[in-house]
C-alpha cells in the first residue's frame, strides 16, 4: 500500500517495511521459487506506485494481471493485437543490432544489416515494417557490386536474411513493425484524480517466443534511455517498468549487447527511471546487473538439490546480516506470501534483511475476455493505436521503381519491333522502287532506240534499236538509282 509517502511492501513483526519514493529509481529485483507469492508481490507493489501517482509498466506473462483494471487505470497492450491495443514499432526504431537477434542471423549475416541500414540511409529509404526490408534486400541483390564502397555483400547473405525476416512476419513479426509506432510518453501519465497510469502488456503468445520477448524488452529499455530527459534524483520516480521472466532477456546474449544493457540499467536512474526484475533466482542476473538493484524482495527458494543449495546460499549472503534470524534458514523454509526485503534508506545504503509478510492489498486475479475488451474500448488512447496506416517507405519507392522500369523496357521493346518493321518495309520499298525503274529506263530505252533505228535502218533498225535501247536503258538507269 501507498502510505506516508512510502511504498509499503509489508510487516515485520510490529515494523512496516517500506520502499522510499525517492530511491525508488534505484531498481529492484522480486525473485522466489514458482508459487512463493511473487505475483502478488509484484501486483502490490505496482498498485503502491499507481497510487503515489507513479506511471507502472507491467508484462504480464501468465495473464492474470488484469484485475489491475479494478483497482488502478490501465491501458491493456498486445504486441499482436489480440489481448490490447497494438503495440508497435518500425524496423528503422528497432535497429539493426536488436533485429540481428530476433532474426537469429550470424555475426556475418548481422554486419550486413548494419550495412544495409546504412546504404538505406543514405539512399533516403524508410525502412517501416518487414515489407519495407524485404524489398529493400531485393533491391540491393540486384546489383550487389554497386555497394562495394560500403563492404562486401553477398547474395548468399541476403537470401539467408530474407528468408528470416519471412520467418518472422509468419510469427506475428508482421504487425510488430508498423505504425502507429508506440509513443512511450503515452505510457508516463496519470488520470484526473493523480493515480499513475498501469500499461499491461499481454505476454502470454510472446513469451512462446523468448528471443521475441527478450528483445522487445530490451528495445523498451533503449527507447527509454534515449528518449527521456535527465531529472536526477527525484522525489519519487517517473516511472517503473516491472520485467516478469527477466532471465530471457540476458540469457545467450552477445557479449556486446550485454554490455549494453548493463550501462542502460546502470544509467537510465537518472532520468528518473525506476527497473525491477522479476525471475526465480537472482542467479539468473548477471552480476553487473544485479548489483545496481538497491530494492530486493527475495521470496523462498528451494534448496532440494546441492545446485538449489549453492544458489540459495549465494541470495542470503548478499544481504546485511539482521542477528534476529539465520538469513538462510529463513530464505529455505519461508511460507507464501513471505519475503526477505532489504531497502535502500534514506541515505542510499541498503537496510539490514528482514523477514516480512508481505501485504497483497485488495487484489483480484484474471478478467474475462468481454471485460477486458471493454476496458480496452474505454482506452483514451483506442483511437490513436487501433487502426494501422502504411505511409509511403522503402516498398512503396521500390515498386514504383520497378513499374517504371518494367514500362520502360516495354516502351524499348515496342520501339525496337517499330524499327524492325520500318526497316523491313524500307527494304520492300527500295526494291520496288529499282524494279519500277528498271521498267521505266527500259521503255525509255526502247523508245529512243525506236526512233534512231527507224531513221537508220527502216524497219529492221527500229526493232533492232528499240531492242538495244531497251537493255542500255535498263541496266544504265538501274545502276544510277541504286547509287
Given amino acids: 500500500m501507498y502510505k506516508d509517502d512510502r511504498i509499503v511492501i509489508g510487516q515485520a513483526g510490529d515494523t512496516e517495511v517500506a520502499i522510499l519514493p525517492r530511491m525508488a529509481n534505484r531498481h529492484g529485483i522480486v525473485a522466489g521459487a514458482t508459487g512463493t507469492g511473487k505475483t502478488t508481490t509484484v501486483k502490490a507493489l505496482a498498485k503502491s506506485f499507481s497510487d503515489a501517482g507513479v506511471p507502472v509498466f507491467m508484462a504480464d506473462v501468465k495473464g492474470d494481471l488484469g484485475g489491475m483494471s479494478d483497482i488502478c487505470p490501465v491501458n491493456f497492450?498486445?504486441?499482436y493485437g489480440e489481448a490490447g491495443l497494438p503495440l508497435r514499432?518500425?524496423?528503422t526504431e528497432m535497429g539493426p543490432i536488436l533485429l540481428s537477434r530476433i532474426l537469429g542471423l550470424t555475426d556475418i549475416q548481422s554486419d550486413v544489416l548494419k550495412v544495409l541500414f546504412r546504404i538505406a540511409d543514405d539512399e533516403g529509404l524508410l525502412l517501416i515494417?518487414?515489407?519495407?526490408?524485404?524489398?529493400?534486400?531485393?533491391?540491393?541483390?540486384e546489383d550487389p557490386k554497386k555497394y562495394a564502397s560500403y563492404g562486401n555483400i553477398a547474395k548468399q547473405s541476403l537470401s539467408a536474411m530474407t528468408r528470416a525476416v519471412v520467418a518472422i512476419e509468419s510469427e506475428g513479426g508482421d504487425t510488430f513493425f508498423g505504425e502507429p509506432a508506440l509513443n512511450l510518453g503515452d505510457w508516463i501519465c496519470t488520470d484526473n484524480k493523480g493515480m499513475g497510469y498501469v500499461q499491461v502488456l499481454d505476454c502470454?503468445?510472446?513469451?512462446?517466443?523468448?528471443v521475441m520477448y527478450s528483445t522487445f524488452m530490451l528495445w523498451m529499455l533503449t527507447e527509454l534511455f534515449e528518449s527521456l530527459p535527465e531529472v536526477g534524483d527525484p522525489e519519487k520516480p517517473k516511472a517503473v517498468f516491472f520485467f516478469d521472466e527477466a532471465h530471457t532477456l540476458f540469457s545467450n546474449a552477445p557479449k556486446y549487447l550485454m554490455s549494453s544493457i548493463e550501462q542502460t540499467v546502470k544509467l537510465i536512474r537518472s532520468k528518473g527511471i525506476g527497473l525491477y526484475f522479476i525471475s526465480q533466482s537472482p542467479a539468473d542476473i548477471p552480476d553487473g546487473v544485479l548489483s545496481q538493484l538497491g530494492n530486493k524482495i527475495q521470496h523462498a527458494l528451494h534448496a532440494y538439490t546441492p545446485t538449489d543449495q549453492k544458489a540459495a546460499k549465494a541470495a542470503a549472503s548478499s544481504y546485511r546480516v539482521n542477528p534476529a534470524f539465520d538469513t538462510y534458514e529463513a530464505l529455505t523454509t519461508m511460507g507464501v506470501g513471505e519475503a526477505l526485503v532489504s531497502v535502500l534508506d534514506e541515505n542510499g545504503a541498503p537496510t539490514v534483511v528482514e523477514r516480512v509478510k508481505v501485504d497483497p492489498g485488495e487484489l483480484t486475479g484474471a478478467i474475462d475476455d468481454a471485460k477486458r475488451e471493454q476496458k480496452i474500448?474505454?482506452?483514451?488512447?483506442?483511437?490513436?493505436?487501433?487502426?494501422?496506416?502504411?505511409r509511403d517507405s522503402a516498398y512503396e519507392f521500390l515498386e514504383r521503381r520497378n513499374l517504371q522500369l518494367e514500362s520502360e523496357a516495354q516502351q524499348a521493346a515496342a520501339q525496337a519491333?517499330?524499327?524492325?518493321?520500318?526497316s523491313a518495309f524500307g527494304k520492300e520499298v527500295k526494291k520496288a522502287a529499282q524494279s519500277t525503274a528498271k521498267t521505266t529506263a527500259g521503255t525509255v530505252g526502247r523508245q529512243v532506240g525506236n526512233v534512231i533505228g527507224s531513221s537508220v535502218g527502216g524497219k529492221f533498225g527500229k526493232t533492232l534499236g528499240g531492242n538495244v535501247g531497251a537493255a542500255l536503258g535498263r541496266n544504265l538507269l538501274g545502276i544510277l538509282f541504286k547509287k
Fill in 77 to 79: 497492450w498486445d504486441v
Fill in 89 to 91: 514499432t518500425t524496423v
Fill in 129 to 141: 515494417d518487414t515489407k519495407d526490408l524485404r524489398s529493400f534486400m531485393a533491391y540491393v541483390s
Fill in 204 to 210: 502470454r503468445r510472446l513469451i512462446r517466443n523468448p
Fill in 377 to 390: 474500448r474505454e482506452s483514451l488512447l483506442y483511437t490513436k493505436y487501433t487502426e494501422s496506416y502504411d
Fill in 417 to 422: 519491333e517499330a524499327a524492325k518493321k520500318n
